[in-house]
């Protein structure tokens, strides 16, 4: 037992110092996002190189995984719900990941997708998708090499959805896609058909620093804690953990827009505060981190949209907001706020998409994704793709490149697959563990009434974040809400808009 | 020939590596010090000893003292000023340094000076001087084994002058030193026998974001470049470089006082300037850098008094001051106010005393170190000495060690010796540097009046930013005025008091 005792001791010095790079990296990406100034960014993007190189030397190396199999036994011989014995099982099998893919790839992705970002940031102002098109053919190629490091594999897309969203394959994906858009085409087609809910005041001057003052006020309310955290302004929202004690949000406050920024706000404070709930013990550990991207994105569409969208929110708070923008809200009363904020359309932008269609903008990238992937189209179609696709499922279709196929990072900053179908998976498992909690503390809503959130917050750390990434997911769901299912999400959408357009 | 070529190659990969460990911990520390939430504390000092080690690991490398030693015979065969001469010469020199102190001495450094930081931020606002001796007391021992590593040496101080201030030994400190006292005392003296200046207007609320309005326009038109940099708010302001696009500044802006946070900044935009105007071509070699510490803050002191303290310049920006601030400085003249920000007096705080001063202020603190490492003054009794030295040089006499002993920052979070000399050496090269520019440029001080500074700044970047490290600050001293020579620093002094307070 003291072999083990010193071997564990060891595994959490070596991971220690992983994690002491993780998070420098954090820092550095937060500053590249924020402050830094134009004049850094060359430099930064090699610091960012380079230690993308040393974690994944450090991370992969064979000393490691001989500590891990020295390891496995005694994990095997713990309870099963010890921290020790998943700290020993999680690292495993993050390490098996690992020395999957050569260290030669992952520079040349982090290098590539680094590129791509930066071509990307000009190319999309510009509209100029044939810049980009040489950039996306080498990406897709990349993608094919990450994959092809996973064979056998049943679909190609499987291991870059497994990687964000452990234990899914593109079948499980596309089966849960078809129920849920069996239900939602008729449901948005029922609310389309309906004279549209008037949100133009949203769409006026609303001083930004007031702005601030209002969602700063709201998130610690919900419980984000300031002092491990901060809120700074940036191009592209984000939420970015740098060690348990410091867990930064980002927004933005374009012109005229009140909802862009605050429920940016709320939905990177969702992801942040799933990150200041790791139990701290877990610092310098793989178990310190959201167990995957769909659980984590439940949290942020759970603050985002179940909470901060519900009509018992803005009971309380719009008074709040009436009184820091009398003018701009005069004559709006509480209930045509509530319709304007779940306004729900035929858009064009997915990150500003009601509730409804939100998830429509998701499979058609999803499903344009896995087409790349297998081949059945070409990077070259890929704009008139969108199009066709955004046409035929939304019916609208964008004047340009710039909000159709340019409009999302993902693709410019990262692999092509296993990125989109997290959002849904979030908007599901939202809903899920919202009504678990709903059921255990029926007082909920009335306390979001009130402006108090802190039963909501004790389920979610006690239930969800405090595990970090001990369980993973399906691990988590089946130990909270048993399986993932689409029904509690259909019932909370049906409910909602079919009371807000009396259906 | 194709042999050193190779190995040239292998050099700078290797210094590249040591250049981007060097710039991850200055982006490290400058957000730790300006947006870092306190909950990020604990594991950034364990990110920044960590770089640190791995830092000197790298550099202390025998490989690369295996390629400077094969390099140094071709680094002769070059001509003298060659940059590749240079960059050998000047690396096999610190590399020497370097390698002299064993790496778990370096650690022991980090590790204490950090801690003995933290404890300084508690206890200066508790006044509490017997929390920090122990400190203290280990921090003069480490002193004295860093200084073990380079014996024999003249004096136990000379090591710690030498790693700052390359050349500059303790003796020839004290006869500089003794020099300028002997004219000092009597300048301060007659000039305090008179009234004092009245500087009451500058001691109200002027808002901050106002005050940053005006010196960023001052800082930019001296030739800062903010497209490499930024202005931020810290606590103890500072400058740092993060790499050739990327050095930025910090300010305070204390409570009631305008002259705080406007030479604060002028004085940081100098020691930006200077490594903003270092060659690009030297990025991520050791070239990039300032020379040493005392030419360091000769730009600092040039801009911030030379420059930014003369009538000439408060001839153009006084009127803008005044339209930025028209009721704080209603009815107070040009004349009033240049008097106001030279006021001379014998005061308690080194960071805010006027030009005559100032240097006392720096002796009290370098003699200080030299009795502690003479072992002449016990930790224990450093406070009181500390006192007396004040009233013996000053005649003012502290209320607490909070404005006493504890005032400075160096010797909580540094070694104890080598820190102080640079301020007054600064001082003394500020002047050369400046006369021997408008001994070539006469019109300079026209142009300042005119609120135009390139001819100054073209000066300062061809004879000195541009050379990085290129030149030892003997060297350099040696190509542009010659030798170090208090004269025209007296000069300045003589002329610009003289006719201040007609004497």
């Known amino acids: 037992m003291t072999d083990y005792t010193a071997k564990l001791q060891a595994l959490r010095a070596h991971l220690a110092e992983v994690s002491l790079l993780n998070g420098i990296s954090a820092a550095l990406y ?3 996002m924020t402050y830094m100034p134009r004049g850094g960014a060359a430099v930064r993007s090699k610091q960012l190189a380079y230690l993308s190189q040393q974690t994944h030397a450090r991370f992969t190396d064979p000393a490691l995984g001989k500590l891990l199999d020295d390891l496995m036994p005694y994990a095997e011989s713990l309870p099963a719900d010890s921290d020790d014995a998943a700290l020993i099982r999680v690292t495993h099998r993050e390490y098996q990941r690992a020395v999957k893919v050569p260290a030669e790839l992952v520079a040349a992705i982090a290098q590539h997708t680094s590129e791509t970002y930066q071509v990307w940031t000009e190319a999309r102002p510009a509209n100029d998708f044939s810049r980009l098109q040489p950039y996306l053919e080498q990406t897709l190629n990349l993608s094919y090499r990450y994959a092809e490091c996973f064979a056998p594999y049943d679909h190609v897309a499987d291991p870059l959805i497994d990687a964000a969203d452990y234990g899914m394959k593109a ?13 939602l085409v008729p449901l948005a087609q029922a609310i389309t058909d309906q004279a549209p809910a008037d949100d133009t005041f949203l769409h006026q001057h609303y001083p930004s620093e007031d702005i601030e003052r209002f969602t700063t006020d709201v998130i610690k309310r919900f419980g984000y804690d300031f002092e491990r955290g901060r809120l700074d302004k940036t191009a592209h929202p984000f939420a970015v953990r740098l060690n348990s004690g410091d867990v930064r949000i980002t927004t933005r406050y374009p012109e005229n827009t009140l909802s862009d920024p605050l429920f940016s706000t709320l939905h990177e404070a969702g992801h942040a505060m799933y990150e200041q709930g790791i139990k701290a013990d877990y610092e310098g550990t793989p178990l310190a981190a959201g167990t995957s991207a769909g659980v984590h994105e439940s949290q942020s569409r759970l603050w985002e949209n179940v909470v901060g969208r519900s009509y018992a929110f803005w009971q309380y708070f719009y008074p709040h907001l009436l009184s820091i923008f009398p003018r701009q809200l005069n004559g709006i009363s509480l209930d ?10 035929r858009s064009l932008i997915r990150t500003e998409a009601d509730e409804v269609t939100y998830n429509l903008h998701v499979m058609i990238r999803f499903d344009l994704e896995l087409q790349l992937l297998e081949g059945t189209l070409r990077i070259a179609d890929l704009p008139e793709a969108w199009h066709a696709r955004y046409q035929a499922d939304l019916g609208v279709r964008a004047p340009d490149d710039r909000d159709g196929v340019l409009q999302d990072v993902h693709w410019y900053g990262m692999l092509i697959g296993g990125a989109f179908q997290s959002y849904t998976l979030g908007n599901i498992l939202a809903a899920q563990f919202y009504a678990k909690a709903l059921s255990e503390h029926p007082e909920i809503p009335d306390e979001i009434g009130r402006g108090e959130f802190s039963t909501l917050h004790s389920w979610l750390r006690e239930n969800i974040y405090q595990h970090g990434s001990k369980y993973t997911a399906p691990e988590l769901i089946a130990r909270t809400v048993g399986k993932l299912d689409v029904t509690p999400y259909l019932t909370y959408l049906r409910q909602k808009y079919g009371a807000l357009y009396r259906l």
Do not use: G, T
Request: glycine letters at 0%; zero cysteines; proline letters at 0%.
């Open 336 to 345: 045509q706020f509530y319709r304007a904020v779940n306004k729900v359309e």
């Open 171 to 183: 079948d499980d994906i596309k089966a849960l896609f078809s129920q849920l858009r069996a239900a």
């Open 30 to 32: 937060w500053d590249q």
